[in-house]
Structures are given as structure tokens and as C-alpha cells.
């Protein structure tokens, strides 16, 4: 990301390694902020270059409205402006979205991660209305999210070249893998509009493709070994880049075992950095194989995590 922060005047450069925090919960439930400060601590002596909070990797949508407050307002304060902090706040209605925009801009936020609308599945007019209207009034930076399995509709590439004309849209994390979608995002790149992955599995390609960096979810639990995947990739250094993938792609297999964030939350669990459980209707990984071959992964993995 190359353009300026309105609020700041400074350049604000969001790629390589971006971490899709979890939120760490107590044992009763609650916001465990001393084990998100911890993974925050993590993050950043593993080289992460910006973090995502309350994003869909952070339950957003479990949280009340003044744990988001507290979470995002923690993050802020606890990196104190050494990497970018992204706000998850996209919501199924604009009106919404642009209200929790706002909101994070308030708190201190770098910039908005905005997913498509969820479950209403809105048309390419829509969508396109959707982005300019969060981009005209949230008042920050927007990252388009496109996760059809997640949202039920799918921000077609046209629709994209259109919106990267927007002063306020700055970029796009793109979670479809497949050959043909990185190819035609990796079209669109300019010099005011990335293409971040947000697909562990595929991020490799799409790197090596032109994508600046990838949002993680595998990297909240080894951050530097991702760190070195993305710089391999980034450099075009396709050697490193493959050996980095096959170090972490046991990982990134294991993490798929059951919906994201339940495999995560167990693996952090693992490290000490809060409760396996996440909010209902999710629930806890069980122990059996997945829960078991998770862990043994993850304790192959200890010396390049920097939490181990």
C-alpha cells in the first residue's frame, strides 16, 4: 500500500507477513488480554509486518460492541505504531459497516479490512455501490476481502478494477487459490492497489505471481517461519520459497481439520497463549487425531516459533 494516511501524512505500507489475529479467551469466556498481548509479543519479534484484529480469524462477530472497543484500542496502544494495525469491520449491511469503520478510526486504526456482505448475497452492482460508500465515509483505508465460502458471493475481478480507482480502496486479500483468480488479481496490481493472499495454502503462487504479502492465519502460530516464506516468495527466490512452503505445509494441512478458528485456537492453546474454546455456535477442537497430529505439527515446528 503506497498512498498516503490522510490522518497522518506518513506512507503507509501494509504487505508481507500480515497476521489475521485470534482473539485469546479465558476460561470463563472472557477477553484474556495478557495472552493477546502475548501474542502480540510474538508477532512482533517474529518479524510480522501489520496484524489483522477482530477480522474473522478474531470472532468479530462474537464480539460485544466494547470488547471490540477494548481489543482494537489494546492493539493500538500495545504496538505503539511499530507495524500497521487492520481492523476487521465488514458487516452484512453498509450502513453498519461504515458505522464500524468509523469506529475503528476512532480507536486508532491503520485501516479497514472490509469483507463482502455475508449471506445476503449481493449482486456486482451492489457490491460495487457497497466499497465505495465505506471507502467515501469510514474514514479509513479499505482493504477489499473476497471469501466466497465464507460470504456467498464472489467480488468478481472486473468489479475490482473498477474499485481500485478509488482513492480510499487501497487494496484487495484475496482468498480464492485457484490459478485463474491469482492471475487475474495479480492484473490488477498497481502502485496504490495490493494484492494481498489470504490463503495459506496457496499464498506461495500467488506471491511468486506479484501479490505483496499474504494474511495469515498459520503465522499466529509460527510468525517468523512465515516471515521467511513471504520474503523468499516476495524476492521471486523460488527455490527458498518452495522449501519455506514445504516446511510449513504440514501446518497449514493440519490447520484445515475443521473450520477456522477452531484448529488455530488449539494450536495457540498449545503455546500458551490463551483457551482452545472459541464462541459458540464453534466450539472446541475434541481430542482424537486431528487434535493429536495438530500438536505433533506444531512440536516438529517449536524452534521457529518464537513463542515456543
Do not use: W
Not at 472490509?114 to 449481493?122: I, L, S
Request: glycine letters at 10%; proline letters at 6%.
Amino acid at each position: 500500500m503506497r498512498r498516503a494516511d490522510d490522518t497522518t501524512g506518513l506512507a503507509l505500507d501494509i504487505s508481507g507477513s500480515i497476521t489475521a489475529l485470534a482473539t485469546p479467551f479465558a476460561a470463563d469466556g472472557s477477553l484474556d488480554l495478557n495472552a493477546f498481548a502475548r501474542l502480540l509479543d510474538q508477532q512482533l519479534a517474529g518479524g510480522t509486518q501489520a496484524v489483522v484484529v477482530a477480522g474473522s480469524t478474531g470472532e468479530s462477530h462474537f464480539l460485544e460492541h466494547d470488547e471490540y472497543e477494548r481489543l482494537l484500542s489494546f492493539a493500538v496502544k500495545h504496538v505503539n505504531g511499530r507495524i500497521p494495525v487492520i481492523a476487521g469491520t465488514g458487516e452484512a449491511g453498509t450502513a453498519k459497516t461504515i458505522a464500524t469503520t468509523r469506529r475503528a478510526r476512532a480507536l486508532g486504526a491503520d485501516a479497514a479490512l472490509v469483507v463482502a456482505p455475508f449471506y445476503v448475497r449481493p449482486t456486482q452492482e451492489g457490491l460495487r455501490r457497497h466499497f465505495l460508500a465505506v471507502a467515501d465515509e469510514g474514514g479509513l483505508p479499505v482493504i477489499i476481502y473476497n471469501v466466497p465460502p465464507r460470504t456467498g458471493c464472489d467480488i468478481a475481478p472486473e468489479t475490482v478494477a473498477v474499485l481500485r480507482d478509488h482513492p480510499g480502496i487501497v487494496g484487495i486479500k484475496e482468498a480464492r487459490g485457484d490459478a485463474e483468480r491469482i492471475q487475474a488479481i495479480a492484473e490488477l496490481i498497481r502502485a496504490d492497489f495490493v494484492y494481498l493472499s489470504g490463503d495459506d495454502g496457496s499464498a506461495p503462487e500467488a506471491m511468486l505471481a506479484g501479490a505483496a504479502g499474504t494474511i495469515s492465519v498459520v503465522s499466529n502460530l509460527v510468525p517468523e517461519a512465515f516471515r521467511a516464506l513471504c520474503d523468499a516468495a516476495r524476492a521471486g527466490d523460488v527455490g527458498r520459497t518452495k522449501d519455506a512452503a514445504a516446511r510449513l505445509a504440514p501446518l497449514v494441512d493440519a490447520l484445515n481439520c475443521a473450520p477456522n478458528p477452531i484448529p488455530v485456537k488449539a494450536g495457540l492453546a498449545a503455546l500458551g497463549l490463551g483457551s482452545a474454546a472459541p464462541r459458540l455456535p464453534l466450539v472446541a477442537l475434541e481430542p482424537g487425531p486431528a487434535l493429536t497430529r495438530l500438536r505433533e505439527t506444531l512440536a516438529a515446528l517449536a524452534p521457529l516459533a518464537s513463542a515456543a
